[in-house]
């Protein structure tokens, strides 16, 4: 993640560089857009209590859009997110692993902050699907949920010319949570959550890193 971030602080620095005086913003009416991000985070912890908890996921999530008016962009966004979770304890191994597709739309507003810097809220409202399996020593199962989630996610662009930019943010920093599904026993479950990742262990796992193209 360090590496990535490098390179993109150097992409930026060179663009500065060789930017011209007089600034063209590409988030014009009119404009269309494609872009993405993705995230990336592992995690490994081992206490005295012989308890080893190791965490890896990523996501990425494609979107395409057309501004409607300056620094105002309507889209279409998708995303792919795979989660791994392995507990073990005294020898015993319980895990649980996640595939999670969803669509949606989403609305984007930028705020110019400084020469090529930009300050972006993107909300979202997305209906996704996620198949779990679940496994210890001795069986495993499978469930299926289906979810709705609003959410909200902060992020910083950088504009390196009037046809791509670059941002990071955190994904649906801010977001409501409805799911529902069936427990191996058959019966129908549902849940619903007002979510933040601010002051959690999760906040780096939501951190994306893309880029845009207009045209």
Excluded: C, W
């Excluded at 979510?195 to 193209?213: A, E, P, Q, V």
């Amino acid at each position: 993640m360090k590496k990535v971030l490098l390179g993109l602080l150097f992409l930026a620095t060179m663009s500065m560089s060789a930017q011209e005086t007089e600034f063209e913003s590409p988030y014009s009416k009119g404009n269309f857009s494609i872009g993405g991000g993705f995230a990336i985070y592992n995690s490994e912890n081992t206490n005295v209590n012989f308890t080893n908890t190791e965490s890896k996921n990523y996501s990425i999530n494609p979107s395409v859009g057309f501004f409607i008016k300056d620094n105002l962009m309507i889209g279409i966004n998708t995303r792919y997110t795979k989660t791994q979770n392995v507990n073990e304890i005294n020898g015993t191994e319980n895990s649980m692993e996640t595939d999670s597709y969803a669509l949606g739309i989403i609305a984007d507003k930028y705020y110019k902050i400084y020469k090529s810097f930009f300050l972006n809220f993107s909300g979202s409202i997305m209906y996704g699907t996620t198949n779990v399996t679940r496994a210890n020593n001795t069986n495993t199962n499978n469930t299926d949920d289906e979810y709705f989630v609003v959410g909200v996610s902060p992020e910083l662009s950088y504009v390196l010319n009037k046809h791509m930019s670059l941002k990071v943010g955190f994904n649906d920093l801010l977001s409501y949570r409805y799911s529902k599904n069936e427990d191996p026993g058959g019966r129908e479950q549902s849940s619903s959550n007002l979510y933040t990742s601010l002051g959690s262990s999760s906040l780096l796992s939501d951190l994306s890193i893309g880029f845009r193209y207009f045209f």
